[in-house]
């Protein structure tokens, strides 16, 4: 299994726009990645509900795991980028 911890990237944290951005990317991959913060249990990055349920902020760390080591470097990318930018 894949893993890569990474701080959001986006002003507002995880809300409503970057995490759909990320659970669209997420829902276009061959395998299941997951997002976690620190102490929470990790939610399917394909849902917008559960990715904006997690409450990060901007520079939060998230830990991204997955199946594929690819997968998991396309979503914790779209986390550390300023996705409203």
């Known amino acids: 299994m894949a893993k890569k911890i990474v701080a959001v990237g986006s002003s507002v944290g995880l809300h409503a726009r970057p995490a759909a951005t990320i659970s669209q990317a997420a829902g276009k991959l061959g395998s299941t990645v997951t997002l976690a913060t620190e102490g929470n249990t990790p939610v399917d ?30 979503i914790a990318a779209l986390v550390a980028k300023d996705l409203d930018a």
């Open 45 to 74: 990055a394909r849902s917008v509900l559960l990715i904006m349920t997690l409450g990060a902020g901007s520079g939060d760390y998230v830990t991204v795991e997955g199946d594929k080591e690819e997968d998991v470097e396309t």
